[in-house]
């Protein structure tokens, strides 16, 4: 029984600020009229919403663009598959998967499925997979799009979900209460203890958390934040994309190198 114990509250831990401090380096600036940007890829492609609910993908020599206004606002977005672009519109409970032209490859509309699933939350999963966040049941799901049918359901977990990112390999679900550590085929490898963050950027091991106007910086496989010194920059929206930290605010896209001190 001890040991049991001792296991369960071993996935438990607090966050620890650490005496490390990460700045940030400008590179560069650009200017985008956008409602909400959702992706930054290597190659610097665009990935964003206007405020009628279109969806852009913007290359150095190419502008393409998706509508569904039937659907209303888009409330979230992930390329960082982007063969298999999600968007998804809360309001109608309806995720729309887009190939690299945005073109449709599938439309999933919860209210009509068998079992029906009210969803908050969705991010990129493996192959044919989205992580959903499943409100009625406070779980995660892996969810195959092209059968619509859940592989995988976690655990339900303690308190209002706030924020959902992934990629092939982790999914990260921030609580009121807790961030949560999955696999990819939903084991929990870890929970901490949420000190006030509400939002969350993850790329390649790199996750960036905000509490208030501040930025911090967990890296994959620890409990110890850095703060990001953001110099009092009013922080709307922020990216991130391997070591690169991006900020919107005012239309201006921000590009900033992270570096350890």
């Not at 001792?6 to 607090?14: A, N, P, R």
């Not at 995660?140 to 359901?153: C, N, Q």
Request: glycine fraction near 2%; include cysteine.
């Amino acid at each position: 029984m001890k040991q049991l114990i001792f296991s369960i509250l071993s996935l438990v831990f607090s966050f620890a600020l650490s005496q490390n401090k990460v700045s940030l380096k400008f590179q560069s600036e650009t200017v985008i009229e956008a409602d909400k940007v959702y992706g930054v890829d290597t190659f610097e492609t665009l990935y964003f919403s206007d405020e009628i609910g279109s969806f852009y993908k913007k290359s150095a020599d190419t502008t393409i663009s998706y509508a569904n206004f039937q659907l209303g606002k888009i409330s979230s977005a992930n390329a960082f598959n982007p063969l298999k672009i999600n968007l998804f519109y809360k309001d109608f409970n309806t995720l729309v998967i887009l190939d690299n032209r945005l073109a449709e490859i599938k439309k999933i509309d919860f209210n009509t499925l068998p079992n029906y699933k009210y969803v908050t939350l969705v991010s990129t999963g493996y192959d044919n997979f989205v992580w959903l966040y499943n409100q009625d049941e406070q779980l995660l799901e892996l969810f195959d799009f092209l059968t619509s049918k859940t592989r995988i359901k976690t655990v339900p977990v303690e308190s209002q979900a706030l924020d959902l990112k992934s990629d092939y390999n982790y999914c990260y679900l921030l609580t009121e209460k807790y961030l949560y550590v999955y696999s990819y085929f939903g084991s929990l490898i870890h929970k901490i203890e949420n000190t006030g963050f509400t939002e969350m950027a993850f790329s390649k091991g790199n996750l960036v958390l905000k509490k208030e106007n501040a930025l911090f910086l967990l890296p994959k496989n620890s409990k110890e934040l850095s703060r990001i010194q953001t110099e009092d920059l009013l922080i709307n929206q922020f990216l991130v994309t391997n070591e690169t930290l991006y900020i919107y605010n005012d239309e201006k896209l921000r590009r900033y190198q992270l570096k350890s001190d």
